[in-house]
């Protein structure tokens, strides 16, 4: 299924709900390792890069 298959809904849908999985992974790791914001917040760059290079 690609993104032009989806309506407005089920895409806010997903959205929705990747947010909230990125959020509670990014709250684990941080209760594991005791790490700060900018930890996560240099994390989640470095992934948002990786996807911007896959095109």
Same mark, same amino acid.
């Given at each position: 299924?690609? @993104? %032009?298959?989806?309506?407005?809904?089920?895409?806010?849908?997903?959205?929705?709900?990747?947010?909230?999985?990125?959020? @509670? %992974?990014?709250?684990?790791l941080q209760e594991k390792t005791k790490c700060s914001n900018d930890v996560v917040i240099k994390m989640l760059n470095n992934v948002a890069e990786y996807y911007i290079a896959q095109g």
């Open positions: 299924m690609s @993104e %032009a298959d989806l309506s407005p809904e089920e895409l806010s849908q997903i959205c929705e709900d990747a947010f909230v999985n990125v959020k @509670e %992974a990014c709250m684990r």
